[in-house]
């Protein structure tokens, strides 16, 4: 039964923030436009044969056919594989570099000399990866910079943009370079909202700078970093960074470096017709995996006692 008393006060609360309520009606329609509605034609396309004349809702319905081709596809497996690893590999690697950098602009006294290093740290987030990828090329190319360099002293030529075993650690500190400023403003963000009278009681017991960083900076940070472990999590199987790959992948780091975009891309735009049911598929697939994985982090996270995105 409804609780009438409370039925009144909800409609007395929604009376007096009627105006609040309109402010917030352009969001909603900009998320049900832009969002949920193009959701369910997503799902619509991954089932069907779309056809341009009959359009998305007329087009041939195939069912699970573009799920089970996804899945009998050995690329399509190798670039699932390899989104995987990467994404992770940033996670591991590329977040706990942002945390060391957070804590290191704080710990700089000079307001002056911290802007400086936070703009220079920051300022490659700002570079397209078009011309990042060229400037890499012409770097670490088998013709660049570094292997004249090497060549003049008579060591091997290296080229990690083209050999298997070093391309994803390649990618990876790259991507480092390019965003872990800008990844660092967020925690930068979290360490000044802590209490600066903790600091100051720390250090009037005795306690050295160090000692003050791990008993007072990590543990004011950690719900932050929670939340961020939980969307990077989320993020896996989207976060493959087309335009990182895209622009300095090639044919003989397929094996490692093709993730589920490029492989997109490929077979959509390079190797065949477009197929957009089959791309929707996998569209699908990996949203279906972030929900997934979103939901178990964020579990995780609520159990070990920090709060979570619900």
């Not at 002056?112 to 890499?136: C, E, Y």
């Not at 600091?199 to 719900?223: C, F, N, S, V």
């Not at 735009?269 to 279906?288: D, E, Q, T």
């Amino acid at each position: 039964m409804i609780d009438k008393q409370k039925l009144i006060k909800a409609k007395k609360r929604a009376k007096n923030d009627a105006l609040l309520y309109l402010l917030l009606l352009p969001v909603l329609a900009w998320y049900i436009l832009f969002c949920y509605l193009p959701i369910a034609g997503g799902i619509s396309l991954s089932l069907r044969n779309f056809r341009f004349d009959m359009g998305i809702w007329n087009s041939p319905f195939v069912g699970l056919t573009h799920f089970k081709s996804m899945m009998s596809d050995g690329d399509f497996i190798r670039a699932a594989k390899n989104t995987l690893i990467i994404s992770m590999g940033r996670i591991f690697f590329q977040m706990p570099c942002a945390i060391l950098v957070a804590i290191f602009l704080n710990e700089i006294r000079a307001e002056k000399l911290r802007k400086r290093f936070q703009t220079i740290i920051t300022f490659p987030h700002f570079i397209s990866w078009v011309v990042l990828a060229g400037i890499l090329s012409n770097v670490f190319g088998s013709g660049g910079i570094v292997n004249q360099l090497l060549a003049l002293l008579g060591m091997e030529a290296i080229s990690p943009i083209t050999q298997s075993d070093s391309f994803r650690v390649f990618i990876w500190l790259s991507n480092i370079w390019k965003e872990v400023g800008w990844d660092s403003i967020i925690y930068l963000a979290a360490i000044t909202s802590i209490d600066p009278g903790l600091y100051e009681a720390a250090e009037a017991d005795g306690a050295g700078r160090l000692q003050r960083i791990w008993h007072i900076t990590l543990p004011g940070i950690k719900g932050t970093v929670a939340i961020m472990l939980i969307l990077a999590i989320g993020q896996v199987m989207t976060n493959g960074s087309f335009d990182q790959i895209f622009n300095l992948y090639s044919s003989p780091v397929y094996k490692v470096g093709d993730t589920l975009d490029t492989y997109i891309f490929r077979e959509s735009f390079i190797n065949g017709g477009i197929n957009y049911g089959y791309s929707a598929a996998i569209g699908m697939f990996k949203s279906l995996i972030g929900v997934v994985l979103i939901t178990i982090s964020n579990k995780i996270v609520t159990a070990l006692g920090e709060n979570g995105l619900y």
